[in-house]
């Protein structure tokens, strides 16, 4: 498993060497996207010029989930143009990428990791760890190259699967949304405002995204950000921007927040079929409609009045009605369009929906394992790289298990998500300097494989914590008044 010096892979797989490493990665572009590097000699210069890049990074290999082609397939798409510099656009991604992994996750870790193997410049003198020129670096870095780079690696995972990982034949996906906070600045509030339950000066903006994870790898293969007020702006409305990542035959698990009949509806157009709860303002009765079996029917739907979000002409081209199957699960009534028994029987219906809450642990793999809970960035462009290089992250991270699960054909859900960080950490110095770089690598793999999931079918637990957090006073003013007013308690006291 050679691999090439950063997210790339120049080894092995592709018959790579690292001396004719900038002539192969040219000639593989010129292969699998033709014209992109013939139409011009300002292209062949660009493409060489991130082909130096790529073979610059030092560090970690993801087992060709991120080839060279690829990388440079993505910069060109995005129309990245960059001069050679120290942090070129790929050494800032790659540095943010481990800040976004790094329990520190400080601009400083990150630019003494780009020092680790050269601690001395050409002068002997050491080289002192400044951030200014990478945090410029970072402004300059193309939130569009990320965002493409995820999908690449989401799409990759989800096509390396064998049918194997398949649900009945189908594939599966999971949508679920969630929030994220970020510091208080007037920039951030003016793009995503805080709630309106908190009074100005005390609350902290707020941004919502909506993700579609990979039912088998836990791979994200698509995801939406925007802020947490105005119109279109809701779980329900970032979804519709991403139903072009779903294709005829797939599986849609949700909760019940999205069994609406015109989501439902615009799935069914595209061929998807949907497994939902039943949304709680709508009633079952199971005395009517088509029976298959005890609390289990087939009910027709009627389309209601045109909302305001959905326009007039494709409100039209809905179906006016459509054939849902209802059926029980304890006191929980599901939804889906898997009408026929032959298709699915209930009892796998239940089992596949209990797997949803594999993307709620995704969601607390970003926002607590990567620590994206939180967020650093003042400005809300800054935060939506953050976030997309977060994203990216953890994507990286799937790969690496998918490669583990591999040889034992064990599920890639079944391998620790946590365990992979903190092997990926305590061994990261190693990989970083490219030393042993095979051994370390296989024994990386050898290593995920072994850290697997306790397997606790049934397991219930309250949603609360035992251990009280320390008592502190709660910020009531805003801290610029609260500070006045403490400088002017302590010159009283000093009269």
Not at 72 to 100: I, K, M, N
Request: charge should be positive; proline fraction near 5%; hydrophobic fraction near 40%.
């Amino acid at each position: 498993m050679s691999g090439s010096l950063g997210l790339c892979r120049i080894g092995d797989t592709m018959g790579w060497t690292e001396d004719k490493g900038l002539g192969i990665v040219r000639w593989d572009l010129e292969r699998e996207y033709g014209p992109v590097c013939r139409n011009s000699m300002r292209s062949q210069r660009r493409l060489q010029a991130i082909g130096q890049e790529i073979r610059r990074l030092p560090g970690l290999t993801i087992s060709g989930v991120l080839t060279a082609e690829e990388l440079a397939a993505a910069a060109e798409q995005c129309g990245l143009r960059f001069r050679q510099r120290l942090f070129s656009p790929f050494v800032t991604l790659w540095l943010f990428v481990w800040q976004a992994i790094s329990p520190d996750g400080s601009c400083r870790e990150a630019v003494l990791r780009l020092f680790a193997d050269r601690p001395l410049d050409d002068s002997g003198e050491a080289i002192t760890a400044t951030t200014g020129s990478y945090c410029r670096a970072r402004q300059r870095l193309p939130v569009a190259l990320i965002v493409i780079l995820i999908g690449r690696v989401g799409e990759r995972l989800f096509r390396r699967l064998s049918k194997a990982h398949w649900w009945c034949g189908r594939r599966v996906k999971i949508v679920d949304g969630t929030t994220v906070s970020m510091p208080d600045t007037m920039a951030n509030q003016a793009r995503f405002p805080q709630s309106r339950s908190q009074k100005p000066g005390l609350g902290f903006p707020l941004a919502r995204l909506v993700g579609v994870f990979c039912w088998s790898s836990g791979a994200l293969l698509a995801h939406a950000t925007g802020p947490c007020k105005g119109k279109n702006n809701s779980e329900l409305g970032l979804l519709r921007g991403l139903l072009d990542q779903f294709s005829a035959g797939d599986v849609v698990l949700g909760d019940r927040y999205y069994a609406s009949y015109f989501i439902i509806a615009l799935f069914w157009i595209r061929g998807v079929e949907v497994l939902f709860p039943q949304h709680q303002r709508r009633t079952s009765d199971f005395r009517k409609g088509r029976r298959l079996g005890h609390g289990d029917h087939v009910i027709t739907w009627h389309q209601p009045k045109c909302p305001d979000w959905l326009e007039e002409s494709l409100y039209h081209q809905l179906p006016e009605t459509l054939v849902i199957r209802e059926f029980r699960n304890g006191r929980r009534v599901l939804v889906t369009t898997l009408v026929e028994p032959q298709q699915a029987s209930v009892q796998a219906l239940i089992a596949l929906y209990q797997t949803r809450w594999h993307c709620e642990l995704d969601w607390r793999a970003i926002k607590q394992v990567l620590a994206m809970d939180i967020l650093r960035c003042q400005s809300p462009d800054m935060v939506e790289k953050e976030i997309a290089v977060h994203l990216l992250a953890y994507n990286l991270l799937r790969a690496l298990l998918l490669e583990a699960s591999r040889p034992n054909a064990m599920a890639p859900r079944n391998l620790s998500f946590k365990a992979a960080l903190q092997t990926l950490l305590a061994q990261g110095a190693w990989l970083w300097l490219g030393k042993q770089r095979r051994g370390v690598i296989d024994a990386l793999l050898a290593r995920l494989a072994s850290e697997q999931v306790g397997d606790r079918p049934g397991r219930c637990e309250p949603r609360a914590i035992k251990r009280r957090p320390k008592p502190q006073s709660l910020l009531q003013p805003p801290r610029a008044e609260a500070r006045r007013r403490l400088l002017q308690q302590q010159h009283a006291r000093a009269a």
